[in-house]
């Protein structure tokens, strides 16, 4: 029969064995730690040395907006200002248009042929008060009730020594065939325009100017009357003016003069 190992040098040996399997198990996890310490310290190590970059690339981001948002609201604030004063130039020009003869200034001097080829000028009229008033067109609608209401008022105006002067860019013709069709009975000149074709007279009193209809611009006169005191000077003006009722106001505008 073979012979038994004793008790004690199996339980030696299996002793050595677990000892064996411990000691491998520990150099194992200690080598896994080492390993995995190892390589989260060098990522770590990455990942921090990585970040001020990434750190400063979002600071320069973060702080361009801002300074494109200032300029932004920089050019806001400004933006209104400008827009304020432009309106305001356009409301200053469309209340008083420039080349228009204040009242208290001196009319400028003007030469102009009436419908009966005779010269009119401003030394002929002088020590007398008279009316001057600027049409477009003969024989148009509101050029025509604008004359036939100065007509009607002529007797008026006569009474008190103040003739009446209409002055459009017809010729003396058509000022001719307009008095003879309705009668008018008082002055008219003809502003013959001059090469430019520009009225001489319209443009020395500040009414030639541009005009829109339709969306269309072009210059012409505005219709504007003027009534010039015995000394020379302007004593009163009315602008764009409206023909209903437009005789009668000036009428009474002549009728305060000298008082």
Request: with cysteine.
């Amino acid at each position: 029969m073979p012979k038994l190992a004793p008790k004690s040098a199996t339980k030696k040996s299996v002793t050595k064995k677990s000892v064996t399997k411990k000691s491998s198990a520990r150099s194992s996890t200690k080598s896994t730690t080492k390993s995995t310490t190892k390589s989260t310290t060098k990522s770590t190590t990455k990942s921090t040395a990585k970040k001020p970059a990434t750190k400063s690339a979002t600071t320069a981001l973060a702080k361009a907006p801002k300074v494109a948002s200032a300029q932004t609201v920089k050019v806001a604030a400004k933006s209104p200002v400008q827009k304020g004063a432009a309106k305001k130039t356009a409301a200053t020009t469309a209340t008083a248009a420039p080349g228009l003869i204040a009242v208290g200034e001196l009319a400028p001097d003007f030469r102009a042929v009436d419908a009966a080829g005779k010269t009119i000028t401003r030394a002929s009229m002088k020590g007398k008060s008279f009316v001057l008033y600027f049409y477009p067109q003969d024989d148009t609608p509101g050029c025509t009730v604008e004359a036939c209401a100065f007509r009607d008022n002529r007797p008026k105006f006569e009474k008190l020594n103040c003739p009446v002067l209409g002055v459009s860019p017809d010729s003396s013709e058509s000022h001719r065939k307009f008095d003879a069709k309705y009668s008018l009975g008082f002055t008219l000149l003809a502003d013959a325009p001059g090469a430019d074709g520009v009225p001489p007279v319209a443009a020395a009193f500040g009414v030639w100017q541009e005009k829109s209809m339709y969306g269309r611009k072009y210059m012409g006169i505005v219709r504007t009357t003027y009534v010039i005191d015995g000394r020379g000077r302007v004593a009163a003006r009315f602008d764009k003016v409206k023909v209903d009722g437009h005789a009668e106001a000036v009428l009474d505008a002549v009728s305060t003069l000298g008082r």
